[in-house]
């Protein structure tokens, strides 16, 4: 479980078929480090749009492009990571403390979101300078 520390790329099972291929995620899989509570998806995104710009307390969080592409960019405090999701058998793992932003959508994308936790806004960060705070003190 070390490397869920950080930010990571998890390879999805992928069930091959001449019919479709098929990807799932199950609770106890032991793939991902957390419990799935929530799945949420933006859809419809209009060209140049952003999304994001916020980071989470406690929220873990699976990011999966199940359609099209789009950028996920995330901060420590630090440093960014970039990271282009465009493949639906492969997830970005969040941890909760990072500022992500999302941009670059392709037309047509979704973005799935796989999170540990129910929805609270208790559990965001919104404000640059109260992460930039919080993670100083990391
Ligand atoms: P937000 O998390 O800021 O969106 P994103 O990070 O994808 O840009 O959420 C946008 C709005 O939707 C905000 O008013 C909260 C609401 N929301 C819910 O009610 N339930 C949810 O599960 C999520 C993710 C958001």
Not at 98 to 109: A, E, P, Q, V
Request: proline content about 6%; some cysteine; charged content about 25%.
């Amino acid at each position: 479980m070390e490397q869920y520390k950080e930010p990571c790329i998890i390879d999805l099972p992928r069930i091959y078929d001449p019919r479709g291929n098929l990807t799932f995620v199950e609770n106890g899989q032991s793939l991902i480090p957390f419990a799935i509570e929530r799945v949420y998806w933006t859809y419809d995104v209009p060209a140049g749009e952003g999304r994001g710009g916020h980071s989470h307390h406690e929220a873990q969080e699976l990011i999966v492009a199940t359609s099209g592409s789009f950028r996920v960019n995330l901060f420590d405090g630090k440093e960014w990571r970039h990271y282009t999701l465009n493949l639906p058998y492969k997830g970005l793992y969040v941890p909760p403390g990072y500022w992500r932003t999302l941009d670059n959508f392709s037309s047509g994308s979704v973005c799935m979101v796989l999170t540990s936790t129910a929805y609270s806004e208790d559990d965001y960060v919104r404000e640059f300078d109260e992460f930039l705070k919080l993670a100083g003190g990391r």
